[in-house]
């Protein structure tokens, strides 16, 4: 069964408007990390956010912010005010087994989101 | 701030050649991550190491192997390269929550 799943093969954006990339997850482990990463055409993997099971709150590094809402497994990624830089792949990943800030866990990819921001 | 290096960039082998890709963790980081990311696809796992001893294996064929020296670095030796091994080639490093990746090695087989 998929881990990750990235339900929107492609998604279109205006410059400065914000975008909404879903992920959905599924794992039986109460303690896992979810991470999203952008892969321009050149292909090197840029880390952008982290969200440990066990955070209160959302997180956010500048103009990315994670909608973490546990109950429904889900782990969207939010990008504000949308620069044509951003045209990317992004993916979500999981790390199951999370410790509390260390671990040493692979990560599961979902098929990742293709983003166009158009001018 | 430092990142993972790898080397090299680029790779061109015949079928049946060998190859190894060198990976440098960012300084302090002790997990080394190696993944596979063929064309159109999501990187896969291949093995990871902490402290230098092998730590988790995922699909790595037998003709793979890897491993993690003192100074930290690693390497992926590949033998009896297949067309099929054509991808971009990732290294990760970690020290906590965050993975970083480095920019990774194309590798072709022809």
């Known amino acids: 069964a998929q881990k990750i799943t990235q339900t929107q093969p492609g998604m279109f954006v205006q410059e400065k408007e914000a975008v909404t990339l879903d992920c959905t997850y599924d794992?039986?482990?109460?303690?896992?990390?979810l991470f999203w990463y952008k892969q321009p055409s050149s292909g090197e993997m840029i880390f952008l956010i982290y969200?440990?099971?066990?955070?209160?709150q959302n997180a956010t590094e500048g103009r990315y912010s994670l909608n973490f809402q546990k109950a429904r497994k889900s782990a969207n990624l939010v990008i504000s005010a949308s620069q044509l830089g951003d045209s990317a792949m992004y993916f979500c990943?999981?790390?199951?087994?999370?410790?509390?800030?260390?671990?040493?866990?692979?990560?599961?990819f979902g098929q990742g989101t293709i983003l166009t921001v158009h001018p | 701030a430092a990142g993972v290096i790898q080397s090299p960039r680029h790779l061109i082998k015949e079928k049946r050649e060998t190859a190894t890709l060198k990976c440098y963790p960012i300084?302090?980081?002790?997990?080394v991550y190696w993944y596979q990311q063929g064309p159109g696809q999501d990187p896969q796992f291949l093995i990871s190491?902490?402290?230098?001893?092998?730590?988790d294996k995922g699909s790595i064929p037998d003709r793979f192997s890897a491993q993690q020296f003192s100074d930290y670095h690693s390497e992926l030796n590949m033998s009896s390269l297949e067309l099929g091994d054509s991808a971009l080639y990732f290294c990760?490093?970690?020290?906590?929550?965050?993975?970083?990746f480095g920019p990774g090695t194309r590798l072709t087989v022809t």
């Open positions: 990760a490093s970690s020290l906590g929550s965050e993975q970083y």
């Open positions: 794992t039986s482990d109460p303690s896992y990390g």
């Open positions: 969200q440990g099971s066990y955070d209160q």
């Open positions: 990943a999981m790390r199951e087994g999370d410790a509390g800030g260390t671990s040493y866990g692979k990560l599961t």
């Open positions: 300084p302090r980081h002790d997990t």
């Open positions: 190491f902490y402290e230098k001893m092998q730590s």
